[in-house]
């Protein structure tokens, strides 16, 4: 037996469909369904599968069983996929019985699907085909196609000496980056310049993807169809070819690169007295980990730009208590990291929290996420917005809020529900009071799971966590679509033009599940790695 969701809000409840009524839809897959049958009083219906839209997923993990004339392929653990037929120009270097990822390529009928060998799977890695068993499972391919990584191969390594004339140039301005010890993809870089009457110009340079992947282009569409990259305990799954995630647009110390960047005034009390916005080259000086950053900020240890970044480190904290005080919640993050051996498999646990050094690049980077939202949600057409990927939060469901109050109040701290200041205040007023208590745990996910779901959408709403008016997401281009679609409408903009897509709503929508489907990929990895 399946259901299908319907996504027309005018259709109350699911469809039943019965196997005999699959057609060739595989769990996930966004279909076209009829419905034959329907009882007015109880609202429940049956239907048939009529048509794939899309499959979820196109690849899977099992074992190649090969004969003289053909092959096929059996999945490990799903009854519902049926044998997949390999013809044996297909198979690739696969032998009898090995262990195989298969490709599906055509299945439209009520024939055998049929399929081709994409990769070999050691026998003795369990945990390699896990994790991409589970990447797949949630319809993210695991290697690019030969055309795209040709595609990424092709682009130009060095800049174009014209483009840069286009420019703002900072190569000579101090810039330089701030990530985990284990990043490749740096797609984000601080420049540092002092100005008259304390006063600093702080620049937001992020990696100029857009300048690169172009519209309708190979590469596009595979980014868009990822949407995401998709982060496990042992590897990253990216978004796009690493020639470009780790190489052309990696703000690498000592290379030039092309940026897009959010300049500020700024001084140390947070006030921001001007802001440009443009696309930039950029020279980054200094690669930095968090780690270093905190000991240079915290136990004095001796660096060329301790000033620097003592500076940033103030401005940081100064717009953090900014947004606190204009209603932003105060969730505190630690992030749970297995420490893996050669093999990846775990051999410890280590608990990472947000300390002063993440805040500094966090704070800097939703000051240019916002001052981009604000300057497209400025800019109309015939009295409208023009379409643009807001990054929204919407209030919290009002029921699941007062069951948080009443459990917060049993626990003894106070919760006002007046209105949306008194609630934010309340929120983050227990969050504060219970820090080192048994209940700081419980508290913390039982207020997360009290928020709305995050989203991208055309519809600005703003943003409840944050307390922000206009957001997007324009910092991480390398990881994430949505980032890239705020490029290119940023660009257009900033040209002096209004760009309208019609599809705006549809390609948020994509994004949004798949930022989904992301989440609930690293969420099984790390299930599986507590027990593995």
Same mark, same amino acid.
């Given at each position: 037996m ?8 005018n $259709?109350e409840g ?5 196997p005999?009524?699959?057609?060739t ?8 369904v009829?419905?034959?049958k ?5 609202n429940?219906k049956?239907?048939r599968i ?25 999945a ?5 996929i049926? *044998?997949i037929?390999?013809?044996l ?5 696969a ?7 298969v490709r599906?390529?055509?299945w439209?009928s009520e024939r055998?699907p049929?399929?081709?060998?994409i990769a070999v799977l050691s026998?003795?890695?369990?945990n390699?085909?896990?994790m ?5 499972e949630n ?8 055309p795209i990584i ?5 682009l130009p390594e060095?800049l ?8 703002k140039d900072?190569r ?6 701030? *990530?985990?010890?284990d990043?490749?993809?740096f ?5 540092y310049k002092?100005?008259e ?12 993807v ?8 190979i ?9 995401t990259?998709?982060y496990l305990p042992?590897?990253?799954n ?7 995630s780790?190489?052309?647009c ?6 030039d690169k092309?940026?897009?960047s ?7 009390a947070?006030k921001?007295?001007?802001t ?14 968090? *780690? ?7 136990k *004095?240890?001796?660096?060329?730009y ?12 100064s717009l953090?208590?900014?947004r ?7 969730f505190?993050s ?6 893996l ?16 050094s ?6 800097l980077m939703?000051?240019a ?7 497209v949600a ?5 009295d ?6 807001y ?15 009443a459990l917060v ?9 007046s209105?949306p200041d008194? $609630?934010?205040?309340s929120i ?7 820090k080192g208590?048994?209940?700081e745990?419980?508290?913390q ?5 009290t928020m ?5 959408s ?11 008016k206009d ?5 991480s281009?390398?990881r994430?679509?949505p980032?890239?679609m ?6 257009e ?7 309208v897509?019609e599809?705006?709503g $549809?390609?948020c ?8 489907a ?15």
């Open positions: 399946g259901f299908v969701l319907p996504e027309d809000s $259709i699911d469809v039943l469909v019965r005999q009524d699959f057609h839809a595989l769990n996930g897959d966004k279909v076209i009829a419905v034959y329907e009882n007015k009083q109880t429940k049956e239907g009529e048509k794939i839209l899309e499959r979820k997923q196109l690849e899977f993990v099992g074992n190649i069983q090969v004969s003289e004339k053909f092959a096929f392929f059996i490990d653990g799903q009854k519902q049926p *044998d037929y390999v013809p120009e297909n198979i690739g270097n032998a009898n019985g090995d262990k195989v990822i599906l390529l055509k439209d055998k049929l399929g081709k060998v026998p003795e890695d369990v390699d085909a896990a991409k068993g589970l990447i797949m319809g993210f391919p695991i290697q690019f196609d030969k040709d595609a990424a191969n092709a060095k174009d000496k014209n483009e840069i004339k286009k420019r900072f000579k301005t101090l810039t330089f980056t701030i *990530d985990p010890n990043s490749k993809d797609d984000d870089a601080i420049s002092e100005l009457g304390s006063r600093f110009e702080i620049g937001v340079h992020i990696a100029d857009s300048y690169y992947v172009r519209p309708g282009s590469l596009d569409k595979e980014a868009y169809n990822r949407a990259s998709v042992d590897r990253v990216p978004m796009l070819p690493e020639h470009i780790n190489m052309l990696s703000l690498r110390p000592n290379e092309f940026t897009f959010a300049v500020f005034i700024i001084d140390t947070g921001v007295y001007s440009w916005i443009g696309r930039t080259a950029i020279h980054s000086d200094r690669r930095f980990t968090y *780690d270093e950053v905190q000991e240079i900020l915290y *004095d240890k001796k660096d060329t301790k000033k620097q970044l003592t500076v940033l480190n103030t401005i940081s904290q953090r208590k900014q606190f005080d204009r209603g932003a919640i105060n505190s630690q992030e749970v990291r297995f420490v051996d050669e093999k990846a498999r775990p051999v410890g646990v280590v608990l990472n929290e947000s300390n002063e993440h805040q500094l690049i966090e704070e939703l000051l996420n916002k001052a981009v939202a604000e300057y400025a800019i109309k057409v015939n409208q917005p023009i379409p643009f990927p990054r929204i939060h919407d209030q919290p469901d009002s029921t699941k809020l007062e069951s948080f109050a109040k049993k626990l003894g701290y106070p919760f006002n529900m209105n008194t $609630i934010a205040e983050n007023g227990a969050l504060e009071a219970c208590k048994p209940e745990m419980m508290i996910q039982l207020g997360i799971r709305a779901k995050a989203a991208y055309p519809e600005n709403i703003g943003h409840y966590g944050l307390g922000f957001y997007c997401h324009f910092t281009p390398i994430r679509y980032d890239v705020v490029h290119r409408v940023l660009e903009c900033l040209r002096g033009n209004k760009p897509d599809e705006m $549809i390609k929508k994509h994004c949004s599940e798949r930022e989904r992301a989440l609930e990929t690293e969420r099984a990895s790390n299930k599986y790695k507590q027990v593995e």
